[in-house]
């Protein structure tokens, strides 16, 4: 097998605010594997939160490709369980396995649905963010939003005033009243905050809330989920399985991204460990193309809540295959991840 690198800036439509940080691009590396005349596709994207840059994204990449000659075919290697080496930061990883998972579908004439045991191809209703911005903005977005076909909005909290966050959730839900709502603050609350502000969030129609509190102290997370009028999603706090196996049964969600947890086969772990447990599952994502969304929306049947709207966040994506403008993602029928390059897409110089 041959490996290659490409970086290309994805630039955001508009600037996206959360609690700890405004984000206005970032930067996807994307690795292609090749053999016997059929490539395979998966996507990195930088994330300040996690630490990861552009060199050094390009730098694990260009060392994970170059260790896929171990292997005879993808397939030994997608199914190897030793994708990468140890320490080795799961976005990395699910990069890495994306790119083995399109590239054996193709050479199977599968989609990667297939690949993972989903008969039909998923189809699922996602969120759409709406970040910090003024309570006008805001209305304006979700009532586009609602009118586009969104049924579930979501809306970032975590402002110095905590009224700041009521006010755009109270327009928003003004603007969209038939809509589902979450709520993301990020980690931004205190205990005493949230305990105080999540009733007036349950009055206002929300459905539930991502990571209310600061991550580092799961226990905490899980005593404010028990008395919480609002079902209480880990994010933040729940990165891998060992996370996830320390909250089931004890948050009544999880928020998983295939960049935080390793890719599909580790969501797949997940969404096992905690199947009847009372703790749902969430897919997630990072702002990234449909090439980095392509693997979790054929995941998407599997979760009560499905977050895939980061390629939607963009100015322009690069790729296209799996749908979203609607409020629906819809996994391709086609081999492997099912998109495709949109062409003259410039690389980052």
């Not at 997608?78 to 193709?106: F, N």
């Not at 999603?233 to 999880?254: C, K, N, S, T």
């Not at 895939?308 to 749908?323: E, M, Q, Y």
């Amino acid at each position: 097998m041959k490996a290659s690198l490409r970086t290309v800036r994805l630039e955001l439509a508009e600037p996206l605010r959360i609690s700890r940080a405004t984000m206005t691009a970032r930067d996807a590396v994307w690795l292609s594997v090749e053999h016997e005349g059929a490539t395979g596709h998966g996507e990195a994207v930088t994330s300040a939160y996690y630490g990861l840059d552009t060199d050094t994204l390009g730098r694990l990449l260009a060392t994970a490709g170059r260790d896929l000659a171990r292997f005879p075919d993808p397939e030994s290697a997608l199914h190897s369980g030793e994708l990468t080496r140890e320490g080795t930061p799961p976005t990395v990883t699910a990069a890495v396995e994306a790119a083995l998972l399109d590239l054996v579908g193709k050479r199977a004439h599968l989609p990667a649905h297939r690949l993972l045991g989903a008969p039909r191809a998923p189809i699922a209703a996602t969120a759409r963010t709406i970040g910090i911005t003024s309570p006008a903005h805001a209305a304006a977005q979700a009532r586009r939003l609602a009118a586009s076909g969104f049924t579930i909005i979501k809306v970032k909290a975590g402002t110095p005033d905590p009224e700041d966050d009521v006010e755009r959730l109270r327009v928003v839900r003004d603007a969209a009243p038939r809509a589902r709502i979450l709520l993301d603050p990020n980690g931004a609350w205190t205990v005493a905050q949230a305990e105080a502000l999540l009733p007036r969030f349950a009055e206002l129609g929300v459905e539930a809330v991502e990571q209310p509190v600061r991550p580092g102290s799961p226990h905490t997370l899980a005593a404010l989920a028990e008395r919480s009028p609002l079902p209480v999603i880990a994010d933040e706090d729940a990165v891998d399985l060992d996370d996830v196996r320390r909250l089931a049964g004890r948050v009544q969600g999880v928020n998983v991204k295939l960049a935080k947890c390793g890719g599909v086969h580790a969501a797949l772990r997940i969404a096992e460990l905690i199947d009847g447990s009372g703790t749902e599952l969430m897919l997630g994502c990072l702002t990234a193309s449909s090439l980095g969304l392509a693997p979790a929306v054929h995941l998407a049947d599997r979760a009560r809540w499905a977050d895939l709207d980061g390629h939607l966040l963009l100015a322009r994506d690069p790729w296209t295959g799996i749908g979203g403008t609607d409020g629906v993602v819809r996994a391709s029928d086609q081999p492997g991840l099912g998109v495709r390059e949109v062409e003259a897409y410039e690389d980052v110089a």
